[in-house]
């Protein structure tokens, strides 16, 4: 008897039990190494978990189960590896990123963000152009994403992005998109106060959930409902 078609997309990452990324090559599970590359094929019990899961259609998570997803993985970075928060990262536009922020007009502004969660837009001199998750509450945030995915390089589900997923977006393309207004944000490089830690693709859709948002001038909840 022929042996069953596998029907997932080459390319597909998964991350498997053992902590390590796995590539889906075609016919088999290769790990994913820093440089981007594949390596070793995955063991037996972990290259069957990743295809149970590639085929396994994603469940529609409550916002309350996203969110406490999105903790997990916060939770899980941190502990990882909490060097990632302060490594260096090239500012890129069509990424996403978060940082530590000191508004310059602080004492004019009605309110703002301290650790802003944005896609850059644009980078200009002295500093760049970005839309901030933040001032959109979690659910409004999902369905944004949802809007801003038909502008990305790389299409299917975000999960299966790889590192060079990015956004080609500029200002004049999102700005009819709903609550586009209420997020657009420019930044001063001498205002940055901490490293700039880029979101890998894979983690757009948990990291738009994290609560991490911090505003001073306003609460959350008075922001989101401007």
Do not use: C
Not at 39 to 49: E, L, Q, T
Not at 50 to 72: D, E, M, Q, V
Not at 190 to 214: D, G
């Amino acid at each position: 008897m022929p042996k069953k078609q596998i029907s997932i997309p080459v390319g597909t990452e998964i991350k498997g039990k053992d902590r390590n990324v796995y590539r889906w090559l075609g016919a088999q599970w290769g790990r994913v190494e820093r440089s981007g590359k594949t390596g070793r094929m995955a063991r037996k019990i972990i290259s069957d978990d990743l295809t149970s899961r590639a085929l396994t259609p994603k469940k529609k998570l409550s916002t309350y189960k996203k969110s406490k997803n999105a903790g997990s993985w916060f939770k899980d970075k941190v502990g990882e590896s909490a060097k990632g928060f302060r490594s260096k990262t090239k500012l890129m536009p069509g990424k996403m990123y978060t940082f530590g922020y000191d508004a310059k007009h602080k004492k004019t502004l009605p309110y703002w963000d301290r650790f802003p969660l944005i896609i850059v837009l644009d980078v200009y001199k002295g500093g760049f152009i970005g839309l901030n998750f933040h001032y959109l509450k979690p659910t409004d945030r999902e369905r944004f994403l949802n809007k801003l995915l038909k502008f990305a390089n790389q299409k299917g589900d975000p999960e299966t992005f790889d590192s060079k997923a990015m956004f080609n977006v500029t200002w004049d393309a999102v700005k009819s998109i709903p609550n586009a207004d209420k997020m657009i944000h420019k930044y001063l490089y001498s205002q940055v106060k901490t490293s700039l830690m880029e979101s890998h693709p894979r983690e757009w859709e948990n990291v738009i959930y994290l609560p991490y948002q911090q505003f001073v001038g306003a609460t959350a909840k008075s922001v989101w409902s401007k």
